[in-house]
Every structure is written in C-alpha cells, then in structure tokens.
C-alpha cells in the first residue's frame, strides 16, 4: 500500500506571496493532519480534517487555512508568507489512532 | 493543559543500550506514541502504547507508566542507522497530537 504523498517536496517563496501544499493520504484512511516543524519549535499542530470537515484546530494565525476533498487528499494554503514561515510541513493520516506521516514539504520563505 | 518532556540530546555507543525518557502532564489519553525521525525525513512509527507495562518490538522496547507519567523508549544493540531523533506524543480525548520536543540520539562506533 502506497504510503502518505505529498507536494511539492520543496518550495521557495518570498514575503507577501502565498503557498498551497498537498498531501494525498494512505488509501482508507479519512483523516489527515497538518504539522509546522522547526528546529526551535519542534513539531507544531495546525489543524486535522476528517470526512472533509476541520476536526482540530491548532493555534496559528488565519493566514493558515486548509481543506479536505471528497477522496480524502487534503490542501493547506498560507497566504501572506512571512519568512517565520520557512519550516518543514508535514502531513499525517490515520485510520485509528496511530498517524503515519508524509516526506513533508521544504517551505523557504526569502 | 498538556506539556510532554523529553532531554534534548544523548550520545550512546555502539552496540549498547539505551534509554529515552519522556514525561509528560495531561488530562486523559488513549494511548502513548513513540516516532523516530531522521535528520530531514518524516517521523516514522514505532510503537504505542495503551496499557501500562513494557511492549517489546524487536530491538525497539517502550515502557508506560500512566500512574506516574511517565514512559520510555529502550533501544538495544545500538547501531549507527538509529542515530536520530525520537518524539513521544499522546493525543488527549478529544483534542489534536501533542508531541515532546524530541531527544536526539548520538550513536557513536
């Protein structure tokens, strides 16, 4: 079974401009999760969609916004980048309780 | 609120065993997880753990002690592919992940 995908693998940005990453989970699995990971900050939750709907939200400002479609790969938008932005994002998808996570996307923000 | 702790680094030999702490404050959870990430890759799953006591993985080993709250990982026969990072996370009823800050591993020869 193809694990979690996600594009694109990097991305370079600058300030002002916005940015939408995708993540197709693993097949049967309806629920996906976004993560910011930084060196200082560590793996940060930004909000989890299941069956199209915004489960959980974690606490990061409006620029970040995110969906979910009918077959289960989901979208996250930041608009205005800020260079604080730059981080690894990760996707996860579960079926249970156990998340299985995504290559991640390389956000540069110059 | 929740707030999980972990040290930041530990160096090891090869070959060796070692032990990763994890100490964390929350309300309720289902379950214990432990990931292992590589330096510029996704965390990888290793384990999770619901019922208090020792679940054995191969050389991979982790420990839950929801009375004291508190778990750990024990890695034996140490080689140099696990030098990495290793997170513990729960995920509290009702609520999002929570990950620990991550103990990076040093595997030395």
């Known amino acids: 079974k193809a694990g979690v995908t996600q594009t694109p693998r990097y991305l370079i940005k600058t300030r002002g401009q916005q940015v939408t990453l995708s993540c197709s989970p693993i097949?049967?699995?309806?629920?996906v999760s976004w993560y910011q990971q930084t060196p200082g900050q560590g793996l940060q939750f930004l909000f989890e969609?299941?069956?199209?709907?915004?489960?959980n939200k974690g606490n990061f400002p409006g620029r970040f916004s995110g969906r979910q479609f009918s077959n289960s790969r989901s979208e996250m938008n930041v608009s205005t980048l800020e260079l604080g932005d730059s981080a690894l994002y990760l996707c996860?998808?579960?079926?249970?309780?156990?998340?299985?996570f995504g290559p991640g996307t390389r956000l540069t923000v110059l | 609120g929740q707030n999980i702790d972990q040290p930041t680094e530990m160096t090891a030999t090869e070959g060796a065993i070692v032990q990763i702490n994890c100490t964390y404050q929350?309300?309720?959870?289902?379950?214990l997880f432990w990931y292992q990430q590589h330096a510029g890759e996704a965390p990888t799953f290793l384990s999770y753990?619901?019922?208090?006591g020792l679940e054995e993985k191969g050389r991979f080993s982790s420990f839950l002690s929801r009375s004291k709250g508190y778990s750990y990982l024990l890695l034996k026969e140490l080689q140099m592919k696990d030098s990495a990072s290793y997170l513990c996370?729960?995920?509290?009823?009702?609520?999002?992940?929570?990950f620990g800050p991550g103990t990076r591993l040093s595997v030395l020869p």
């Open positions: 929350t309300s309720g959870f289902n379950g």
């Open positions: 996370a729960v995920r509290p009823y009702g609520q999002n992940f929570v």
């Open positions: 753990n619901v019922l208090d």
């Open positions: 996860a998808s579960s079926l249970g309780e156990t998340q299985y």
């Open positions: 969609y299941f069956s199209e709907t915004q489960r």
């Open positions: 097949s049967g699995h309806r629920s």
